[in-house]
């Protein structure tokens, strides 16, 4: 209940894709995304693909690496495969088929409790809660209890957990319409958005500052539109700036992903913005460049 009055309250003074909330509401606001979401399509299957690059060249090795990484992920051996991939990924013009799979092995090392190198094995101490250990190690309460296959909240102590220490950070290219997700520096996975029309989403490094599942939608005219109304049009998830107006968020609308087609908001499949909200805690840096 606790962190359901916190979502609630933090809902209160969010405002989404550039349009103004009412005082006393508690929904999201996008009311300019050009799209009127009155016969929602459910997305079928995220799209985890990569597009952009980073600065170091590397030789051209894909042809012998990916299927030796693809023979380590099906054997389990994840942080190995992710170790072959990850150098090729990194450089310049890394494969499309490449950063595919670093995708796919990252988000299975991340949501299962399957070793590797950042992984924490922590035992439960007196005092302990969901809620204080990801603020201790700087993650959210939802991947804490995905990685750890946790149905509820209750932990108790001599529980054995294990836990993901990394450090993420977004960068969306405008240009492109990619969000990539970067662990310490390194790619950990890129996915296709969708950004504002008439470059309208905001240049610049801007944090999350709220986090809502199911968002309500108020509408311009201020009538809150709840979250499962074939009107709303903010997706599974809401994941606010802390920049007035703007936000990443789902959306019902499939082809409106790789374009320039909202009021100034990020969106993406409800799967991949899905994922975003499990990773991304409050204070995830936010870079926003052309």
């Not at 799209?35 to 952009?52: C, D, E, I, M, Q």
Request: hydrophobic letters at 40%; aromatic letters at 6%; proline letters at 7%.
């Amino acid at each position: 209940m606790k962190y359901r009055v916190s979502i609630l309250l933090a809902a209160w003074w969010l405002v989404g894709c550039g349009q103004k909330p009412a005082p006393t509401s508690s929904a999201v606001s996008a009311t300019g995304t050009g799209f009127s979401a009155t016969n929602p399509v459910v997305a079928s299957a995220p799209l985890h693909t990569a597009v952009t690059a980073a600065a170091t060249v590397v030789p051209d090795s894909t042809d012998d690496s990916l299927p030796r990484a693809l023979v380590l992920k099906s054997e389990g051996k994840l942080a190995d495969a992710r170790a072959l991939l990850q150098p090729i990924a990194d450089g310049t013009n890394a494969p499309e088929k490449v950063l595919l799979a670093l995708g796919e092995i990252d988000s299975q090392i991340l949501f299962s409790p399957a070793p590797a190198p950042e992984k924490l094995d922590y035992t439960v101490e007196p005092g302990d809660s969901l809620g204080k250990l990801a603020r201790k190690f700087g993650t959210t309460v939802d991947l804490l209890k995905k990685s750890n296959n946790l149905t509820r909240d209750l932990i108790r102590v001599g529980d054995r957990l294990r836990i993901y220490q990394g450090h993420f950070a977004v960068e969306v290219s405008k240009t492109a319409n990619t969000l990539a997700v970067t662990d310490n520096g390194k790619l950990f996975k890129r996915y296709h958005v969708g950004t504002g029309q008439f470059s309208k989403t905001p240049v610049g490094t801007f944090k999350i500052a709220t986090r809502i599942q199911d968002p309500p939608w108020y509408r311009s005219d201020g009538k809150t539109i709840p979250y499962g109304d074939p009107e709303n049009i903010l997706g599974t998830h809401w994941l606010g700036l802390d920049v007035p107006g703007y936000g990443i968020h789902g959306t019902w609308e499939t082809n409106s992903i790789g374009r320039q087609s909202s009021a100034g908001c990020i969106r993406l499949l409800n799967d991949d913005v899905g994922e975003l909200y499990l990773m991304l805690p409050v204070g995830t840096s936010v870079t926003i460049h052309d």
